[in-house]
């Protein structure tokens, strides 16, 4: 019993705190209220941010708070909706800080359907115990499949919507639809013998098991154990995709992936065409710079070789250039030889000339050499008169009777020096003034500058 609710009996007399009450109370109703199955219309249904659901519960005459916390929602397998008839297993409880009593669900089912939701959990249970549910064992299916295999009804919407989606992002993949019946009695057999085949024929490389909407009677064939199993055991990966984001079975939780829409199951077999293409550019984009960079390198290896490879003709070319390089060479040596060797003989047999005509040269070279002394002797002459010439001239155009003659004069003092500044004369003083032609005598009676 609450300790607050003992003090209520004990000591009737002492005033109890709100917040000691409502733990009274909520102590009362947690002890003497069991968990309870209630049923009830949904209304007011609110998921949280957090993943908790908080709604009503009410019939005809009265209603009821309810919570359910995130980590038992995410195993109901439905989402409820506001006019929904329900089923709750809860335990009565009160929310302290309103003095509000509510239930804190511990598990729903859809009202009239307990008894399938209860094969739905022991059908779970049963194979998660058997591994099957397990994360490890489930497979990715290929980016990039040749062949999906589609496995539902030939006239059901859900077909269209993936054909129609497949078509948009993998027109380049073969898809091959096996059909089957996906409700009443004959969807489970015909599933399970259509997974079979597709896996015998190993046409595909990814299988959609795909359905639309429906109540949890439309959908109850692939709560079926042998489809649960027949999904485990197909060699090739499936993705489900079942009815809409919160409809849950177990052919979901089986499956290597499960989608939440027939749609977005056509979207996850494959990467899209437009992102294949992008991809592929990228990397022969990529390739050809490698390319290029690779054939320079190459190119300039080749032509590193080739600098250092000679040509066999080519070599016997050069050969031949310095063999004839040489041979031009030593015919230049033996005609020098044989220059020299000529002109020692010239002059060998130069020596051997007679007395007379020697000196018969001589003379002649002698009279040579007069002559040519005359005419250096002349040319001398003469340059020097003409330079002597010149030079008087040159002496004549500097000397002061040139200047005297342009009309300039000479002022001399007593003493016979030249006069150069009217600074250095003074009043009454005698100069003389010598002129190109004559001068005078000038008397200084005053001075200027």
């Known amino acids: 019993m609450n300790p607050g609710y003992s003090d209520t009996r004990v000591a009737p007399e002492r005033p109890l705190s709100v917040s000691a009450l409502n733990r009274a109370v909520a102590g009362v109703l947690e002890q003497g209220v069991g968990p309870v199955w209630v049923t009830g219309e949904v209304s007011n249904f609110m998921a949280a941010a957090s993943g908790h659901w908080y709604f009503t519960l009410k019939d005809a005459g009265a209603s009821v708070r309810a919570v359910m916390f995130r980590g038992k929602a995410v195993s109901v397998g439905f989402t409820p909706r506001a006019g929904d008839k329900v089923e709750v297993r809860a335990r009565v409880t009160l929310y302290e800080p309103r003095g509000d009593y509510q239930l804190q669900v511990?598990?729903?089912?859809?009202?009239?359907?307990?008894?399938?939701?209860?094969?739905?959990?022991?059908?779970?249970?049963?194979?998660?115990?058997?591994?099957?549910?397990?994360?490890?064992?489930?497979?990715?299916?290929?980016?990039?499949?040749?062949?999906?295999?589609?496995?539902?009804?030939?006239?059901?919407?859900?077909?269209?919507?993936?054909?129609?989606?497949?078509?948009?992002?993998?027109?380049?993949?073969?898809?091959?639809?096996?059909?089957?019946?996906?409700?009443?009695?004959?969807?489970?057999?015909?599933?399970?013998?259509?997974?079979?085949?597709?896996?015998?024929?190993?046409?595909?490389?990814?299988?959609?098991?795909?359905?639309?909407?429906g109540s949890i009677e439309d959908l109850w064939g692939f709560n079926h154990e042998?489809?649960?199993?027949?999904?485990?055991?197909?060699?090739?990966?499936?993705?489900?995709?079942?009815?809409?984001?919160?409809?849950?079975?177990?052919?979901?939780?089986?499956?290597?992936?499960?989608?939440?829409?027939?749609?977005?199951?056509?979207?996850?077999?494959?990467?899209?065409?437009?992102?294949?293409?992008?991809?592929?550019?990228?990397?022969a984009c990529a390739l050809q710079a490698a390319q290029e960079r690779r054939l320079e390198r190459l190119a300039q290896r080749l032509d590193r070789a080739a600098g250092?490879?000679?040509?066999?003709?080519?070599?016997?070319?050069?050969?031949?250039?310095?063999?004839?390089?040489?041979?031009?060479?030593?015919?230049?040596?033996?005609?020098?030889?044989?220059?020299?060797?000529?002109?020692?003989?010239?002059?060998?047999?130069?020596?051997?000339?007679?007395?007379?005509?020697?000196?018969?040269?001589?003379?002649?070279?002698l009279e040579s050499l007069v002559r040519r002394l005359q005419r250096a002797q002349a040319w001398r002459h003469a340059d020097l008169q003409q330079r002597l010439v010149a030079t008087g001239q040159r002496l004549r155009v500097l000397g002061p009777q040139e200047t005297l003659a342009r009309g300039y004069a000479i002022a001399r003092d007593d003493s016979g020096a030249v006069v150069r500044s009217a600074s250095a004369l003074r009043d009454g003083q005698r100069l003389s003034l010598?002129?190109?032609?004559?001068?005078?005598d000038v008397t200084v009676e005053g001075t200027r500058g």
């Open 106 to 213: 511990q598990a729903m089912r859809r009202a009239g359907q307990g008894d399938l939701f209860e094969a739905f959990l022991r059908l779970k249970a049963k194979l998660a115990d058997e591994g099957l549910l397990d994360a490890a064992r489930k497979r990715v299916p290929p980016a990039m499949p040749r062949a999906i295999g589609v496995v539902t009804s030939l006239h059901a919407a859900a077909l269209r919507d993936v054909l129609s989606t497949l078509a948009r992002r993998l027109p380049h993949v073969s898809v091959l639809v096996y059909p089957t019946p996906v409700q009443g009695m004959e969807a489970p057999p015909g599933i399970v013998a259509a997974l079979e085949r597709a896996s015998r024929r190993g046409e595909v490389d990814v299988i959609l098991l795909v359905r639309g909407g």
């Open 226 to 283: 042998a489809v649960a199993r027949a999904v485990a055991a197909s060699p090739v990966p499936v993705i489900c995709g079942v009815g809409h984001e919160s409809d849950f079975t177990i052919a979901d939780f089986v499956a290597d992936v499960r989608a939440p829409t027939p749609t977005a199951a056509a979207e996850l077999a494959g990467v899209p065409r437009d992102n294949l293409w992008q991809t592929v550019c990228a990397h």
């Open 308 to 365: 250092r490879l000679v040509w066999p003709g080519q070599r016997l070319a050069h050969q031949r250039e310095r063999l004839e390089a040489w041979t031009r060479r030593l015919r230049q040596v033996q005609a020098w030889r044989l220059a020299q060797w000529v002109q020692r003989v010239e002059h060998g047999r130069a020596r051997l000339i007679p007395p007379t005509q020697r000196v018969e040269r001589g003379r002649e070279r």
């Open 434 to 440: 010598d002129f190109a032609q004559g001068g005078a």
